[in-house]
T-cell receptor, first 114, second 110 residues
Framework: KAGVTQTPRYLIKTRGQQVTLSCSPISGHRSVSWYQQTPGQGLQFLFEYFSETQRNKGNFPGRFSGRQFSNSRSEMNVSTLELGDSALYLC?????????????FGPGTRLTVL | TQLLEQSPQFLSIQEGENLTVYCNSSSVFSSLQWYRQEPGEGPVLLVTVVTGGEVKKLKRLTFQFGDARKDSSLHITAAQPGDTGLYLCAENNAGNMLTFGGGTRLMVKP
């Protein structure tokens, strides 16, 4: 069974630009979560989608947004990029909305903002 | 928001040594998960602990959940270079929202 895939794997942008990252979950998984990983702040939750609805949102500015499609694929968008947005963006999928559910992570998209 | 503190932040040991890493919280965990992340990859779930005092073993890895469910430890016996990576503890809040600790970066030298 194919794992979580994320595209692109690497991305370089300049300040002020916007970027869209894509995540394809494991087949049959309906929940998709996004995380930002930086050396300074570690892994932080961005948002979670289930059946095309945003169920939870982390403490990030409105420049960070996302959506989920009917096939469970998800995208996240960052507008007006800042240097501090440079990070590894990880997507994770899981089967159902359960408390101890296992989340399966993709390899991430490494975004560099110049 | 619950804060998860991991210690140590960095650990460099020789192959064959034993080690323990810790995860502590300011409040009670509903459940706790341990992940390992290798360079260029996303975190991979190692174990979920739920009950206070619970001990789980995964080959050379032993996970313990404190009686009061406010702390957890991961012990590795006879570490191998393949154990090198970033070890993360996380609480899985409702809605698949993981709150991670800062991580312990382990390097095992051959």
């Amino acid at each position: 069974k194919a794992g979580v895939t994320q595209t692109p794997r690497y991305l370089i942008k300049t300040r002020g630009q916007q970027v869209t990252l894509s995540c394809s979950p494991i087949s049959g998984h309906r929940s998709v979560s996004w995380y930002q990983q930086t050396p300074g702040q570690g892994l932080q939750f961005l948002f979670e989608y289930f059946s095309e609805t945003q169920r939870n949102k982390g403490n990030f500015p409105g420049r960070f947004s996302g959506r989920q499609f009917s096939n469970s694929r998800s995208e996240m968008n960052v507008s007006t990029l800042e240097l501090g947005d440079s990070a590894l963006y990880l997507c994770a999928s899981s089967l159902e909305l359960q408390l101890y559910n296992e989340q399966f992570f993709g390899p991430g998209t490494r975004l560099t903002v110049l | 928001t619950q804060l998860l503190e991991q210690s140590p932040q960095f650990l460099s040991i020789q192959e064959g040594e034993n080690l323990t890493v810790y995860c502590n919280s300011s409040s009670v965990f509903s459940s706790l998960q341990w992940y390992r992340q290798e360079p260029g990859e996303g975190p991979v779930l190692l174990v979920t602990v739920v009950t206070g005092g619970e001990v789980k073993k995964l080959k050379r890895l032993t996970f313990q959940f404190g009686d009061a469910r406010k702390d957890s430890s991961l012990h590795i016996t006879a570490a191998q270079p393949g154990d090198t990576g970033l070890y993360l503890c996380a609480e899985n809040n409702a809605g698949n929202m993981l709150t991670f600790g800062g991580g312990t970066r382990l390097m095992v030298k051959p």
